[in-house]
């Protein structure tokens, strides 16, 4: 498309395929009406009416991995598959940006001041209403529960019909150490990534022995698919601090960070995948086990 929409839809908004390399269009808006064009939070009122925030999300995640785990699809290349998620990181940006700006512009009055009586900029979000419409409903998360029940989201991760082992933690670290991944060039951030994922396995370890069937420990048969790899015998006696030492150890704001350059390098892998981690379906789903355990802990460690 390099002609320039001037006759398109007169007075309409342009639909369908919106690419442009016209020099005249190449950085205009295309897509907006002349009325949203004069006032843009008209979009963000129209789009926040049809998708809830986290909503929005789960739609963006869905597009990425599907981007990037699809065979003959248009990330094959470590450096494409590196570029659309940073592409998804900023679009999520962008429309995190335009609900605050929405919300701004519901708590604030005719006149442009402030609501003394609105206490919260998202008190008028629209996912805190009651959803009606079932078009619009979604299945909570398992992530979701993790401060709302942290318990129970660590015995749905272990649960003995899951698939979740330890082994494939074990793959993932030798993914991202063979992958070609700015996070990983040097030396010293490979050994810690390798740190970081031996405390995650005696962290893991000590919630499979606190919250799981505790099979381990009485001798009886194990109907899980989680047996624990790194604990010895003493630990296993003590496992609370396992849990503690971890949280001791590493803030938050790294973990995620460690977390997501870690996904990264396993997204970006071409190699052969080992028989524990065989896909990068699979490689995701590790990543949101760990995520669940890690912030499901995390709750229960600051709160005693």
């Known amino acids: 498309m390099n002609e320039p929409l001037t006759n398109s839809r007169p007075g309409i908004s342009f639909y369908g395929k919106a690419h442009n390399n016209h020099p005249q269009w190449y950085n205009q808006p295309i897509r907006l009406t002349e009325e949203q064009l004069n006032n843009p939070l008209l979009v963000f009122d129209d789009f926040f009416q049809g998708y809830h925030l986290n909503e929005t999300r789960e739609i963006l995640w869905q597009w990425l991995t599907t981007i990037i785990s699809s065979p003959g699809g248009i990330a094959s290349e470590p ?24 919300s701004k512009q519901l708590s604030t009055s005719p006149n442009g001041i402030p609501n003394e009586h609105d206490t919260s900029t998202f008190a008028k979000d629209p996912a805190a209403n009651e959803i009606s419409d079932l078009n619009l409903c979604k299945q909570k998360r398992l992530i979701e529960y993790a401060e709302e029940d942290p318990v129970y989201v660590i015995k749905q991760v ?135 355990l890690i912030r499901s802990a995390a709750h229960l460690y600051a709160h005693g």
């Open 79 to 102: 450096l494409e598959r590196s570029n659309h998620i940073y592409f998804y990181e900023k679009m999520e940006e962008v429309v995190e940006a335009a609900f605050v700006l929405k």
């Open 158 to 292: 272990f649960k003995p019909e899951g698939l979740f082992t330890s082994d494939q933690i074990k793959a993932w670290l030798v993914i991202g150490l063979l992958t070609e991944c700015c996070a990983y060039d040097e030396a010293d951030k490979r050994e810690q990534l390798k740190t970081f994922h031996d405390d995650l396995l005696v962290m893991v370890d000590a919630l499979y022995i606190i919250h799981g069937d505790n099979t381990e420990t009485t001798g009886k048969k194990n109907p899980y698919a989680y047996t624990v790899s790194v604990l010895s015998q003493e630990q296993m006696k003590k496992p609370q601090k396992g849990v503690t030492d971890f949280f001791e150890k590493y803030p938050t704001t790294y973990i995620d960070r460690e977390l997501e350059d870690w996904l990264e390098a396993g997204i970006c892998y071409t190699g052969n995948w080992p028989d524990d981690l065989f896909c990068r379906s699979q490689l995701l789903d590790t990543h949101r086990y760990v995520l669940c």
